[in-house]
Nanobody, 121 residues
Framework: QVQLVESGGGLVQPGGSLRLSCAAS????????MAWYRQAPGKQRDVVAA???????NYADSVKGRFTISRDNAKNTVYLQMNSLKPEDTAVYYC???????????????WGQGTQVTVSS
């Protein structure tokens, strides 16, 4: 019912910037929270940033002041602007959305395929 397509990952030097995009294709669901997670090799998947439909945001301490999450509700798309990138930011970044059926209280989480971000000189 919900398909997520991510883009924008790549190789960047320390101090550089990247912008990730995640477009959600929905049918009968509405989307509430949209978020970005990341997972480095051998590590668990952790939330990086999240944003509600109304625009409230939350960030992991490690990215505050450097990353900005935003969304376009009309396009069902969430973005992650990443500035001042550090080698520690290297990971696979995953889009996650919380979808709700409009006539029920049921909520579901969907994941994107992941996009590799590598920060290295």
């Amino acid at each position: 019912q919900v398909q997520l397509v991510e883009s924008g990952g790549g190789l960047v030097q320390p101090g550089g910037s990247l912008r990730l995009s995640c477009a959600a294709s929905v049918r009968i669901f509405s989307i509430d929270v949209m978020a970005w997670y990341r997972q480095a090799p051998g590590k668990q998947r952790d939330v990086v940033a999240a944003i509600t439909r109304g625009g409230s945001t939350n960030y992991a301490d490690s990215v505050k002041g450097r990353f900005t999450i935003s969304r376009d509700n009309a396009k069902n798309t969430v973005y992650l602007q990443m500035n001042s990138l550090k080698p520690e930011d290297t990971a696979v970044y995953y889009c996650n959305v919380e979808a709700v059926r409009p006539d029920t209280p049921h909520r579901y989480n969907y994941w994107g395929q992941g996009t590799q971000v590598t920060v290295s000189s």
